[in-house]
């Protein structure tokens, strides 16, 4: 991790070359991913036009997590994190490459584009904890809780833009500017992958500039007790375990962007375009507060802004589902960014604070894992519930859980609520440990 100095000011993470590089990096292949998401999942619900199986979409991105999820988290700590990022997304090149041909040949065999996503999924199970581990290593420590608020932004600016460009890709009229035999391969779906692939192939130019070499932090070889160490230290951190557990069942029950095809399609009617928009205004909320919070960040209170918020998360998304105007679904997932985006910064300056340097990617694993359930397996949870009960009911009783869920874990988890300041110095006092039974050493 850079020595130099801590640097003052709202945008202080940006002194640093290796920061602006791989944020910029992270631009790209988000946007990308997310243009790609918009394309998957109306092609699947056109083909067959069933919710569960934009359910069985994000099950099929969820369980390498759960296969890889100790190995993913070791690797990340015992080799370099930058070659392991590296690795992965030049595998997801390719397995982009198949959904453009999928869609180029005109394969209606959604099982081939389930096992894809799988793949995919696989790459993201091992990228996602090296890349968690990564930031550290970017920025001097005094403005870690700074990049962490400027890397949710760029994130969400990404989810914003992404989805938007998807869904006016897929319906780009291409016949009027390229060869009518390219054109009836191109429109939807593949003029989208081609630019996802162009996306991906930028990202890897950029985080390959990267002068950090972060090494090896873990020295010891594979064994049951390393690959079960972030596992043993979230249990014994009460604070990690309450906040990553909050935001899984918060988002599990209350998540509703699964289903956003059918509301795009059935219930608003408004087309892949509605369905761009519908996917972009969580995260045009989200980058608002992000980039409030870079210039005017929490400074107390942290716990109890963090419980609040996702509680209106659970309240604006039964407003969302029980809307039938344009206008306000986009506002209601607008407020469901919005406080969203709280919760991120919260737990993810949490995670990184509260957790020793050598110990960082098999407890971002486990994050991993719990982010995971809650966007790809929610995903899937939602297929299943809206195939049972109905989609808007689904998205309402969700928005109950949630609330639910706030009010419990305040109970369960006081931690949560005592979390003042998000400093180092703060997260890691023996009172921010909960009731524990042994060392954390």
Known sequence: MSTSPDAPGAAAAFQSRDFRRYQLARLLVIIGAEAQAVAVAWQIYAITHSALDLGYTGLALFLPGIV??????????????????????????????????????????????????????????????ASSALLPHLVPKGNFV????????????????????????????????????????????????????????????????LSVRPGRQEQRSMSAETLLAGFKYMWRRKLLLGVTTLDLFAVLLGGSVALLPIFARDILHSGPGGLGLLRAAPAFGALAVSLLLTWRPMRHSAGKRMLWCVAFFGAATIVFGLSRSMALSLAALFVVGAVDMVSVIVRSSMLQLATPQSMRGRVSAVNALFIGASNEFGGFESGVTAHWWGTVNSVVIGGIGAIAVTAIWSGLFPSLRAVNRLTEEELMMPEMEGSIAEPLN
Do not use: K
């Not at 993913?72 to 453009?100: E, K, N, P, V, W």
């Not at 608020?149 to 291409?174: E, K």
């Open 146 to 209: 700074n990049a962490v608020s400027w890397g949710a932004s760029i994130f969400q600016l990404a989810n914003f833009v992404g989805p938007a460009i998807g869904g006016a890709l897929y319906t780009l009229p291409v016949q009027h500017w390229i060869p009518a035999a390219w054109s009836q391969h191109l429109a939807g779906g593949g003029i989208v992958y081609s630019f996802t692939l162009m996306m991906l192939a930028g990202f890897l130019v950029l985080v390959g500039s």
């Open 68 to 129: 890889f999820l100790l190995i993913s988290g070791h690797t990340a700590d015992r080799f370099d994190r930058r070659h392991i990022i590296l690795t992965c997304y030049t595998l997801q090149f390719f397995f982009t490459s198949a959904l453009f041909y999928l869609s180029w040949t005109g394969n209606r065999h959604v099982e081939l584009y389930f096992a894809v996503l799988f793949l995919i999924g696989t790459g993201r199970a091992f990228s996602g904890p």
